[in-house]
Each structure stands twice: as structure tokens, then as C-alpha cells.
């Protein structure tokens, strides 16, 4: 390691023993990072000093800020940090707003400082931000006043918290008041290690605790040199827009690191349904879009009277991309929609391919700087063609804060993500399931994600879940969950149709015994499908 710059050294304590991280690979040229390195000062700093301060940097529906306006909020929370609330680096901060200007800028501000920044999702509850105050022992926190009442109740649940500062209430101890002090307009960046964590990245918690993923700031630049530059390969004419949260990985770097990496423009919007961001493509003329598949497969309908002809790039992640959203999405726009898988413990997409090298159905390709297999429960690499787990490795990976499942999610020096997949001839790999989401009917191994592509691909059918249910004659069926356009009744006539559908389109084995219809589908905060509740639900009526 490093010498480090962290005076409060309790992530670099928690780090998981070496032995037990992935193995690191830095094969890029680009890649070669001095060992003094503060990520901010490459993705902000350089750009003002190369003389590309007025060019636009954060635009909202409420103001925009040119790169330098943006750096000069960025040091002047860092001057507040420092100066009001006593950071020292190595100190966690936690940061709870949408997505706008001020949230992404104090992202950039903890970490030009030498803190530890933790995004949280707006819509998390005093219980789950007690959770990750207590587990990263975070003192001090900013937030967005209008998300001040669970903030509050997170403060009074905890003896960590030292300070908590909200913006947007024109309180005279409010965050804009702290920042006005003359002389915070500058600030220099802490002489970080580029071994320094500066991100700690908690998992959305379907499968038990959230679990904190730890990153350090050549991490923050891996992601933009590797998947940025080899795949995404954006300008800075662009202007990128998004649904994520900043508090998700996919969303921190499609809207924040991405674009500032090359001196680009980002529309951060702090709400962005399908309806709202298909609006605001046309109203900002974005160019490149970062959303899940069920927003694109929303916003097909919702085209017509919106001229999207600034758009030329399109990313999805956060879970797999049906065939049919993807042909219908090229139907109506001319574009490919660029599929990728990340995983928060590997910080953003690590299998993704640029659009003219997609194999449509398939993920794609491992983007430059990472290497991926697909191996058996032993460890073994299996064959093109054969369905195991994904196991991959790069210049990120997973570095858990104090979590004995390090040693589940790290395995021989790589980073087993949990997924399984089949990986072909070519080298595309082919998304089957989540490991814990094949299900088992009478001997066959079904994915439910190919069902509900196939479910998806019927006319009738808005959205779909599909999981295993209990049954005592084939140990598992395929059960779906199915939310229905309007206009289309839920009734045993439709029911038999969409088998019959199913049927038609893949293996006839495969195709959902049982069918619910239900008016929505449980999500978390990131958008993701909650299958872990719907096998909960279909094991619980099979009782």
C-alpha cells in the first residue's frame, strides 16, 4: 500500500485482508495512475485549468452551472467540511438528496477533501440510514431539507452523527449560509494516495444486510478509462441524462464521472419517470441516456410529440435487457440500446459492448481492462455454451467494509458476482439468471429472465416477474407475476393466452404454470425487480 493521507484511518482498518481480495490488473495503458492521485482534480480541476471553465457542466430545471460555477460549489462545500464541521480525511460523510446540483457536487467535495463519501437513496427509511451511519461510523452528514424528517429521526437513533447540514431551507445555519464565507472559493484537493478510499458504495440489501463496497480514487478514474473510454466513448459535446440515483453506482458514473471525465455535460433531474425523462431528452437535447430496461420499455409509448433527435447513445443496466425492449426501442429510435452488467462491489459495467459490435439478447463482450469466465461450482472454467457462474476480474473489484461474505464474493482472486451465465464461441455472454433465481421444475433448470423477456415480447403485458413457487409434484413451477396495459382484462382467457405465448416462444417446458396478475411489481429504490419478495409471496400461497 501506499503511504496514506487518512489522518482517521478506520477504512483502511476495515478493508478485508489482502489475501482475501481479487486479484487487481491495470493493462491499460490508461490505467497507469501516479501513486499521489485525488480523482477530483482529474475530473474537475484540470478542466478550469485547461481553460474549459465556461463550458456547461450541470444543468437542472433549476439552474445551471458552467465547470468552473461547478468547482467553485465544490470548494466551497469543502471549505465548509473542512473549515465549519472539522473533517479530516479518512472521515465518512453522508450525503441524502436527489439528484441535482448541489448533491453531486458535494460527492466531488468529500473526496477533494479526503473524506469518504456514502450516497444514500432518498427514499430510505431512519432504520436503513441508522445502518449504514452505525456500520461506516459516519459523522457527519448533508442533506437535502426536504428529506430532513427521516434525517432527523436517523440523527436521534445515533451517537455516531456529530453534524448533520441541510441545504434549501434558507436557515441561517443552512448549507448555502456556511458556503457564502469569503475565501472558500478555493480549495486544494487533499494529497490523497490513489489507495485512499474516498466512496464507500452500500448494496441495495435484496439478499440480507447492505453490504458497504469500498473504493479508492483510481477506482473512480478505472471506470471512466476502461468502460468510458473503450465502450461509452462520449465528448464533451454531449450531454448525458439519466433516471439512476447518484447513491447508485450506474448512476454516479453515467451522470457524474462519465461526463466529467471529458469535459461533457450532464442534466441531473431529481425525478425522472418515463414520461418526465422522455420530456427532458427533448427539452435539454441530451445525447446520451442512462436508464433500466422497464424505462425504455415505458418510453416507447410515450414518443410520439417529443423530439428525441439529439439522442445518439443509450445504456442500460441494473438488470437484463429483453430481446424484444431492445428491437423495439432500435423500431422506434434508430439506436441500439448499449446492454451492460456492473455490480456495486465492482463500482460500474464490466461486460458491455460499444453499438457495433451488440449481439442483441446478449450482455456483450468484457469491456477493455476487465477478464470474465463463467465457471462451476468448483471454480473451474466451463466451456463455450455451457451455463455457470460469472466470475470476473479487472482494475476494480470488491473490497468489503468488515463483512465476512468478502470470502463468498471473492473466490481464487476473483470477484463471483452471483449471476450465471452462458458465455459462446465469440466470447458474448448471455445472461441466463441471478445464481439464486434458476429455477428447478422437474429436473429442468429454468431462468426466469427468459421467461419474462418472453412474457414481454406479448403485446398485453406492461411489466413481469418470474420466479419459482413451490409445488409438490415437480418440486419448483414457474410462476409469473404480471402487470397488464390498460385495456387488457386479468382473466383466465388471458392467462391461457400468455402460456400459450410463452409456448411458442421458447422451450414449451419453461413456460409459467401459474400466472398472477397484479397492478405492480416490488422494486427497490434503485428500480431493480424484487424477486426475492415475489418468491417470498409465491412461497407463502403455496402453503
Known amino acids: 500500500m501506499i503511504r496514506s493521507a487518512h489522518v482517521d484511518t478506520f477504512t483502511r482498518d476495515n478493508l478485508p485482508p489482502q489475501s482475501q481480495w481479487p486479484v487487481f490488473s491495470f493493462t491499460l ?13 482529474e475530473l474537475l480541476d484540470r478542466w478550469v485549468d485547461d481553460g474549459h471553465g465556461n463550458h456547461a457542466c450541470v444543468i437542472s430545471p433549476q439552474e445551471s452551472l458552467s465547470y468552473a460555477q461547478f468547482a467553485e460549489r465544490v470548494n466551497r462545500i469543502a471549505n465548509v467540511l473542512t473549515r465549519e464541521l472539522g473533517l479530516v480525511p479518512g472521515n465518512r460523510v453522508l450525503l441524502r438528496a436527489p439528484n441535482n446540483p448541489t448533491m453531486a457536487a458535494a460527492y466531488l ?11 444514500t437513496m432518498p427514499l430510505l427509511r431512519a432504520k436503513e440510514l441508522s445502518y449504514v451511519v452505525s ?3 459516519v459523522t457527519i452528514a448533508l442533506c437535502d431539507g426536504a428529506l430532513a424528517d427521516e434525517m432527523e429521526k436517523t440523527r436521534a437513533a445515533t451517537t455516531d452523527l456529530k453534524h448533520v447540514v441541510y441545504w434549501g431551507t434558507g436557515a441561517p445555519d443552512a448549507l448555502e449560509s456556511l458556503m457564502a464565507q469569503q475565501g472558500y472559493e478555493t480549495f486544494t484537493a487533499c494529497d490523497t494516495a490513489n489507495d485512499d478510499v474516498c466512496l464507500i458504495g452500500f448494496t441495495s440489501g435484496t439478499t440480507g444486510e447492505p453490504k458497504g463496497t469500498m473504493h479508492f480514487h483510481r477506482d473512480i478514474l478505472a471506470i471512466c ?20 440515483p447518484l447513491a447508485f453506482t450506474f448512476g454516479l458514473g453515467g451522470l457524474v464521472l462519465f461526463p466529467l471525465r471529458v469535459g461533457a455535460a450532464t442534466v441531473l433531474l431529481e425525478r425522472a419517470p418515463p414520461d418526465e425523462l422522455v420530456a427532458a431528452i427533448a427539452r435539454y437535447r441530451a445525447t446520451i441516456c442512462f436508464t ?39 423500431d422506434a429510435t434508430g439506436i441500439k440500446i448499449m446492454d451492460g452488467i456492473g455490480a456495486t462491489e465492482m463500482l460500474h459495467i464490466f461486460i458491455g459492448s460499444p453499438e457495433e459490435d451488440i449481439r442483441p439478447g446478449a450482455t456483450g463482450r468484457v469491456v477493455p481492462g476487465y477478464e470474465a469466465m463463467v465457471i462451476d461450482d468448483a471454480g473451474k472454467e466451463m466451456p463455450p455454451g455451457i451455463a455457470g457462474r460469472l466470475a470476473v476480474r479487472g482494475p476494480t473489484g470488491c473490497r468489503y467494509l468488515a463483512d465476512a461474505r468478502q470470502t463468498v464474493y471473492v473466490q481464487s482472486g476473483w470477484n463471483v458476482t452471483g449471476d450465471t451465465y452462458v ?3 465469440d466470447r458474448y455472454f448471455w445472461y441466463q439468471a441471478r445464481s ?25 403485458v406492461a411489466e413481469c416477474g418470474v420466479v419459482g413457487a413451490p409445488d409438490e409434484d415437480r418440486g419448483q413451477i414457474v410462476k409469473a407475476y404480471v402487470v397488464l396495459r390498460a385495456g387488457n382484462n386479468p382473466d383466465t382467457e388471458m392467462a391461457r393466452a400468455l402460456q400459450e405465448h410463452v409456448k411458442a416462444a421458447i422451450a414449451p417446458y419453461k ?21 426475492f419478495e415475489l418468491r417470498r409471496r409465491a412461497s407463502a400461497t403455496a402453503h
Not at 30 to 41: A, F, G, I, K, T
Not at 238 to 244: E, L, V
Not at 511 to 531: M, N
Open 29 to 41: 495503458p490508461e490505467l497507469q495512475y501516479p501513486d499521489r492521485l485525488n480523482c477530483v482534480s
Open 135 to 137: 456500520k461506516a461510523k
Open 225 to 244: 478509462d476502461s468502460y468510458g473510454r473503450y465502450v461509452l466513448r462520449a465528448d464533451e459535446n454531449d450531454r448525458f441524462i439519466g433516471s439512476p
Open 292 to 330: 433500466a430496461p422497464t424505462a425504455y420499455r415505458a418510453m416507447l409509448g410515450k414518443l410520439a410529440g417529443h423530439d428525441i433527435a439529439s439522442l445518439r447513445k443509450c445504456v442500460s443496466a441494473g438488470e437484463t435487457l429483453p430481446k424484444a425492449t431492445f428491437d423495439a426501442w432500435l
Open 511 to 531: 413456460y409459467p404454470r401459474a400466472i398472477e396478475f397484479v397492478t405492480e411489481l416490488p422494486k427497490t429504490p434503485t428500480g431493480k425487480l424484487q424477486r
Open 423 to 425: 458465455m459462446d464461441k
Open 436 to 460: 439464486d433465481d434458476m429455477i428447478i421444475s422437474a429436473g429442468y433448470n429454468i431462468a426466469g429472465p427468459e421467461v419474462e423477456s418472453a412474457l414481454l415480447a406479448h403485446p398485453a
Open 109 to 119: 467535495a468529500v473526496m477533494k477533501a479526503g473524506g469518504v463519501v456514502i450516497g
